[in-house]
């Protein structure tokens, strides 16, 4: 079955940076779009960025934007989210999502079937 782990998450100050992985495992990994997702405390789980399956098309939430990069290394079954200049709002649980259909998708988070357990981000003020 489909297996995603994420690392990197942790604790990090004011406009410090991290950098995620996700290393997915049990299908074809280059042939499925990617996303990162995240969920605060008492909101609901947003969109933070998505990856098509070539690595040749990304699409960021706008509070992201500039700041965070997504990337992927099919030769590697692995998906990455480094983020950059982050703020106390980016504090979340940070889920990486398989797309469950291959090829291109549309981006919307109903179309990711396989969900990692998530990696905690603080960002402390």
């Known amino acids: 079955q489909v297996q995603l782990v994420e690392s990197g998450g942790g604790l990090v100050q004011a406009g410090g940076s991290l950098r995620l992985s996700c290393a997915a495992s049990g299908r074809t990994f280059s042939v499925y779009d990617m996303g990162w997702f995240r969920q605060a405390p008492g909101k609901e789980r947003e969109l933070v960025a998505i990856?098509?399956?070539?690595?040749?098309?990304?699409s960021y939430g706008d509070s992201v934007k500039g700041r965070f990069t997504i990337s992927r290394d099919n030769a590697k079954n692995t998906v990455y989210l480094q983020m950059n200049s982050l703020k106390p709002e980016d504090t979340a649980v940070y889920y990486c999502?398989?797309?469950?259909?291959?090829?291109?998708?549309?981006?919307?988070?109903?179309?990711?079937?396989?969900w990692g357990q998530g990696t905690q981000v603080t960002v402390s003020s």
């Open positions: 990856i098509s399956w070539s690595g040749g098309r990304t």
């Open positions: 999502a398989e797309r469950g259909l291959a090829g291109t998708g549309s981006g919307i988070q109903s179309e990711y079937a396989y």
